[in-house]
């Protein structure tokens, strides 16, 4: 499921800029679909734009019945009546989707055979720690068993001992869960740290929920500002 909501705060209507010879949700669509990791692949969008920007080029598209206030939530209302076991959230304005990392994910569930874990997400190590002060960069710190103790747009863990030098993770924002657990997702009131960092993850932690993390090396190219979209060309040349 790829959540793409129009009016994006940063960067308005961003997914239907051009890159390349497509536009940034198209060119996520098709790149999902090539991965051939999917049962089914759907852009589930809150504007008839996107949705014929979709489903004129041969792909499928949903129309949110409602207003959300998260990708969850809309992907959510989507799949509710879905015969389907796991969800896979791709985030509309990640257009070159690492299908290595996609597959790890799966595998998550593929091999909980006890059906413990609900929600993963991957993450990476920040190789520029120049980069940790941006609050548009989540970070997240772990338990020894890789799962998430916090999300935050601030610096996490507070470097205080000059001794022992921490490891800083980015969260990547790409989720994974069990039906189940994103319909109880919907149910919740918003939360406090949710309703602070703006993280609808924290939802999850906040309830109780364990978030599984999943490390990876690349962290593609999210596209939130203009500059981001540049990055994106120069990114896609190189490819052609």
Do not use: C
């Not at 906040?206 to 999210?222: H, L, P, R, S």
């Amino acid at each position: 499921m790829i959540p793409a909501r129009y009016a994006a705060t940063r960067f308005p209507f961003k997914l239907i800029q051009p890159l390349g010879s497509k536009t940034v949700i198209r060119t996520t669509y098709d790149n999902t679909m090539l991965t051939g990791l999917f049962d089914d692949v759907f852009v589930v969008t809150d504007h008839e734009v996107i949705f014929n920007e979709i489903s004129s080029n041969g792909g499928k598209a949903i129309m949110s019945k409602a207003l959300h206030e998260s990708g969850s939530d809309r992907i959510a209302e989507a799949v509710a009546d879905m015969e389907t076991d796991i969800v896979i959230n791709v985030q509309g304005d990640e257009p070159f989707v690492n299908a290595l990392l996609l597959k790890k994910m799966i595998d998550v569930f593929v091999l909980d055979e006890e059906k413990k874990i609900h929600v993963a997400s991957p993450m990476k190590i920040f190789t520029d720690l120049s980069l940790i002060t941006n609050p548009n960069l989540v970070k997240v710190t772990v338990d020894k068993n890789n799962n998430a103790l916090l999300f935050s747009r601030s610096v996490i863990p507070y470097w205080r001992d000059e001794n022992i030098k921490p490891v800083y993770y980015e969260h990547i924002g790409v989720y994974g869960f069990r039906k189940e657990a994103l319909l109880q997702f919907t149910k919740w009131k918003i939360t406090p740290l949710e309703a602070a960092e703006k993280l609808e993850q924290l939802r999850y932690l906040e309830n109780g929920v364990q978030i599984k993390m999943v490390e990876t090396e690349d962290a593609g190219i999210k596209i939130d500002v203009p500059e981001d979209l540049a990055k994106a060309e120069r990114y896609l040349q190189t490819m052609q």
